[in-house]
C-alpha cells in the first residue's frame, strides 16, 4: 500500500484540485470511526495480536501519507497561479510610465503660436477724402469756396458747374499741372486724386477766368 500511494503521488499533483485531498482526509477520518466506534466498542481487545496491530498501523499509515501527501501538493499546485497572478497584475503599473513620459512635450506647443507675426494693417483701412466745390450759377468768375482741405492720400473732389458758362477744375503745385477736369457745362465733373503732404493751388484754366478770381488753395495734411 506503501508503493501504491508513491505511484498516486504524481497523478495527484497533476490535478491541480483539492480533491484527493479531500478524499484522503475522508478516508483517515472513516478509518479512526471504523477502529474507535465499530471494531472498538465490539472487541476491547483489539487487536489483539501482533498481526494485528501491524495491519492497523500499515493502513492508518498509509492513509495519514495519502492526507498529507495530497495536502502538499495541493498547496503547492496554487502558488504559481497566484505568482501568475501578480506578476500579471504589476505589468500594467510598468506600462502606463510611458503614457507619462510621453505627456510632456505637449506643453511645448504653445511656443510655436507666440512667433506669428502680427499681420500688417490693411490698405483697405485707408479713407479716402471727399470734397465738393461749385462755380457760380449766376455766371460770375468765381468758384463757391476758395480754401480747401484734405487728408494725406486718396482725395476726391466733385466740381459742379450749373452756369451758363464754361468752366473746369485743374490742381498744379508749383506751377505744374497735377490734374484737371474737361471743361464743361452744366453737371458734375470728379478728379480722383493722391497728394502728399503740402499746399496746392485750384482754379479754371478757361483764358480769363483764373485772373478774374476762378482760383482758390488746396491744403493736404
Not at 510655436?112 to 499681420?119: K, L, N, R, S
Not at 497728394?195 to 485750384?202: I, Q, S
Request: glycine share 10%; with cysteine.
Amino acid at each position: 500500500m506503501h508503493a501504491l500511494a508513491v505511484q498516486l503521488a504524481p497523478i495527484l499533483a497533476a490535478e491541480k484540485s483539492r480533491v484527493p485531498f479531500y478524499v484522503a482526509g475522508g478516508l483517515l477520518v472513516a478509518w479512526a470511526l471504523l477502529l474507535s466506534l465499530v471494531i472498538g466498542a465490539r472487541r476491547p481487545d483489539f487487536p489483539s495480536d501482533l498481526a494485528q496491530q501491524r495491519i492497523v498501523m500499515a493502513i492508518t499509515g498509509v492513509l495519514v501519507l495519502g492526507a498529507v501527501s495530497t495536502a502538499v501538493l495541493t498547496s503547492g499546485g496554487t502558488a504559481p497561479k497566484s505568482e501568475a497572478a501578480t506578476t500579471q497584475g504589476a505589468s500594467p503599473t510598468t506600462s502606463t510610465s510611458p503614457t507619462t513620459s510621453t505627456s510632456a512635450p505637449a506643453h511645448t506647443q504653445p511656443t510655436a503660436t507666440t512667433g506669428t507675426p502680427t499681420p500688417p494693417s490693411s490698405p483697405a483701412a485707408v479713407k479716402t477724402s471727399s470734397l465738393q466745390i461749385a462755380a457760380n450759377p449766376e455766371g460770375k468768375l468765381s468758384y463757391d469756396a476758395t480754401v480747401l482741405s484734405a487728408k494725406t492720400g486718396k482725395i476726391s473732389i466733385a466740381m459742379t458747374n450749373a452756369s451758363a458758362l464754361e468752366h473746369n477744375l485743374t490742381i498744379s503745385q508749383g506751377g505744374k499741372v497735377i490734374a484737371a477736369t474737361p471743361s464743361f457745362i452744366g453737371g458734375t465733373r470728379t478728379l480722383a486724386l493722391n497728394l502728399k503732404p503740402g499746399t496746392y493751388v485750384f482754379y479754371c484754366s478757361v483764358p480769363g477766368h483764373r485772373q478774374a478770381g476762378m482760383e482758390g488753395t488746396l491744403g493736404v495734411s
